[in-house]
Each structure stands twice: as C-alpha cells, then as structure tokens.
C-alpha cells in the first residue's frame, strides 16, 4: 500500500508564491517520475511538471520560469515552488508518484491540495 500526502495549498494574492510538498509513504521499492498535475474547476486535470528519479524535468508552457519542481530521494518527496502567481494558477493540486510498490509498478495520486490565487 502507498500513500501520497500533499501539504502547503492555500489562498495567496497574484503575484505571491505557495511551495507544495508531496510525501509518498508504504511499500515502496523504487519511485521513478512523480508530478504535479492539477485541475481547476469545468477543466480537465492537466499537467504542471513531472522529474524523473535522475532530475530531469518537464514543464507545462504556461509555468516555465515561475514554478520549479524538486525531489528529495531519501525522503520520497516531491515539491513545487510557485512564484509569481496569477488568478488562472487557481486549481486543485494533484501530486502523482510512477512507483514500484513492492514489485509492480502504478501510477499513484494524492487526494489533492486547494490552491486559490485572488487578483
């Protein structure tokens, strides 16, 4: 069984910065991507950016320059800072994790995290 426990959403006025944190706890043999996907309200749920296990990152065009996405191996943590914040950044905040858990390999989602950008 795995877990992933998302942590810091809120409410923040344009412009500001939030940092998400993602914990993946259980059976875990091996991580290799986790992301940050998110989904606001009559939208689908879309990417935000994904690192794979060696550090290599992925952005969605409408965040480059103003989120970065980081991994703690040893901690089987994923964050996202977010700077520069605007009223369309506003979404739930999903965090998924491909991982091995023990032998198999799923795609894991946390249970999502508000995050309210007001102009």
């Known amino acids: 069984q795995v877990q992933l426990v998302e942590s810091g959403g809120g409410l923040v006025q344009s412009g500001g910065s939030l940092r998400l944190s993602c914990a993946a706890s259980?059976?875990?043999?091996?991580?290799?991507?986790m992301g940050w996907y998110r989904q606001a309200p009559g939208h689908q749920r879309e990417l935000v950016a994904t690192?794979?296990?060696?550090?290599?990152?992925i952005y969605a065009n409408s965040v480059k320059g103003r989120f970065t996405i980081s991994r703690d191996n040893a901690k089987n943590t994923v964050y996202l800072q977010m700077n520069s914040l605007k009223p369309e950044d506003t979404a739930v905040y999903y965090c998924?994790?491909?991982?091995?858990?023990?032998?198999?390999?799923?795609?894991?989602w946390g249970q999502g995290t508000q995050v309210t950008v007001s102009s």
């Open positions: 259980g059976s875990i043999a091996s991580i290799n991507s």
């Open positions: 998924n994790g491909n991982i091995r858990a023990p032998i198999r390999v799923y795609d894991y």
């Open positions: 690192i794979s296990n060696s550090g290599s990152t």
